[in-house]
């Protein structure tokens, strides 16, 4: 069994194909960790939640949009932050493919997700932790949103520091447009964290890894893929 992670793939299913077929993921022997943020951004959200559905070996790890696709599936309620952070194109995804009759299936897949991912003394998380404190004492919205982990990170490339894992993997943080790394659409480390949000929900690339080898495979840019289309 092969194992890879993938980064934030926001509704792109065109990139996720081409990445599985790319990298010759094969859906009924290899793992898959995805690191968060399936959906909100492309109008494929449903699509890409039915693609992922199918890896038989799949860990899923909740990112920040996911939660908030959550709550609007829970509560009814479309609030601005999400509508207007790509949340308007997965409602019309959800729309498109049945609407209210999915909506149960959507949370079976949701309810499949955790927080984080501890394998092999590696950690795979969405947004990042605080590194002194176990992971599983921590806040949900540290987990999902903060940035910190990979700020922190461009610095102990430097000076160090005692952090329980070998590796971790994040996504969330876009890494072709933070300063010092525009237009780099590599996956990126520094220290031992590992980056594998390489700007998919805008006019990035969708990263999948082979997590042992490190060896990567990417999609197009996936606004190429969806040119009549902003994402975001």
């Known amino acids: 069994m092969r194992k890879f992670a993938?980064?934030?793939?926001?509704?792109?299913?065109?990139?996720?194909?081409?990445?599985?077929?790319?990298?010759?993921?094969?859906?009924?022997?290899?793992?898959?960790?995805?690191?968060?943020?399936?959906?909100?951004?492309?109008?494929?959200?449903?699509?890409?939640?039915?693609?992922?559905?199918?890896?038989?070996?799949?860990?899923?790890?909740?990112?920040?949009?996911?939660?908030?696709?959550?709550?609007?599936?829970?509560?009814?309620?479309?609030?601005?932050i999400w509508t207007m952070q790509g949340g308007r194109a997965t409602l019309e995804s959800l729309k498109r493919n049945g609407g209210d009759h999915i909506k149960e299936e959507i949370l079976r897949f949701f309810e499949r997700g955790n927080y984080y991912h501890e394998e092999d003394n590696k950690l795979f998380v969405h947004g990042g932790y605080?590194?002194?404190?176990?992971?599983?004492?921590?806040?949900?919205?540290?987990?999902?949103w903060d940035r910190t982990l990979w700020q922190n990170a461009q610095m102990w490339?430097?000076?160090?520091?005692?952090?329980?894992?070998?590796?971790?993997?994040?996504?969330?943080?876009?890494?072709?447009?933070?300063?010092?790394?525009?237009?780099?659409?590599?996956?990126?480390?520094?220290?031992?964290i590992w980056n594998l949000d390489q700007g998919a929900g805008w006019e990035g690339v969708l990263t999948i890894m082979d997590i042992d080898t490190k060896e990567y495979w990417q999609s197009d840019k996936v606004s190429d893929l969806y040119q009549n289309e902003k994402g975001g």
């Open 157 to 192: 490339e430097y000076t160090g520091a005692k952090i329980k894992y070998d590796e971790v993997f994040i996504g969330h943080t876009s890494t072709p447009y933070t300063h010092g790394n525009k237009g780099n659409f590599e996956p990126q480390k520094k220290y031992k």
């Open 6 to 80: 993938i980064g934030d793939i926001h509704g792109g299913l065109k990139a996720l194909d081409q990445c599985l077929e790319r990298s010759k993921f094969n859906i009924n022997e290899d793992k898959l960790i995805s690191i968060g943020d399936v959906v909100d951004g492309w109008s494929e959200s449903i699509e890409s939640i039915r693609r992922l559905s199918e890896v038989k070996n799949l860990v899923y790890v909740l990112g920040n949009h996911d939660l908030m696709f959550i709550d609007y599936l829970v509560t009814g309620e479309d609030k601005p």
């Open 130 to 144: 605080y590194h002194k404190e176990p992971i599983e004492d921590q806040e949900i919205e540290t987990i999902t």
